[in-house]
């Protein structure tokens, strides 16, 4: 099955800060998807790409879908205390799977 | 917005029990999934369903594992005879052809 590794594992910033994270993938995937998970809730989509080279925003939220379709990143920019949370990349080939990344816990420091 | 609605937000079983774990995906959507997350762990795959049958399931989804859609709203996840290794937290997600899964809130299992 397709393997994500998604860095850092985790990151401390301060609140204003930019943020980057990026998963990259042992094969290709046709859309990439980010997604933010806070506590005792499920994932919620942050930004979807659905095509190799797109970069797209979403707010203060950017993403990109790499050209050779195994990786993507996202980067916050400016963070602000509620941008706290564990954040995932995930990988589609087709209608019927996510795969996904372990996951960027991130801590905005006050 | 419409959302996915899952229950019971929390459900304890003693080992070897069948439980039953419950969706009500968005009303239009026409692609069902479940997946599971064990503690501190990623989110895993488990089956996709889509025209009324399993269109692809893990490794994890073993015999021990069902789904069902038993009428126009509602997708259940069976688990025959629950092992303490089965406690996770259980997502059900949806979507429309051609656009990106929406989840539910999950299911926290735990297996005594």
Known sequence: ?110 | EPEVTQTPSHQVTQMGQEVILRCVPISNHLYFYWYRQILGQKVEFLVSFYNNEISEKSEIFDDQFSVERPDGSNFTLKIRSTKLEDSAMYFCASKTGGQPQHFGDGTRLSIL
């Open chain 1, 1 to 110: 099955g397709q393997q994500l590794n998604q860095s850092p594992q985790s990151m401390f910033i301060q609140e204003g800060e930019d943020v980057s994270m990026n998963c990259t993938s042992s094969s290709i995937f046709n859309t990439w998807l980010w997604y933010k998970q806070d506590p005792g809730e499920g994932p919620v989509l942050l930004i979807a790409l659905y095509k190799a080279g797109e970069l797209t925003s979403n707010g203060r939220l950017t993403a990109q879908f790499g050209i050779t379709r195994k990786d993507s990143f996202l980067n916050i920019s400016a963070s602000i205390p509620s941008d706290v949370g564990i954040y995932f990349c995930a990988g589609q080939l087709n209608d019927y799977k996510l795969s996904f990344g372990a996951g960027t816990t991130v801590t905005v420091r006050a």
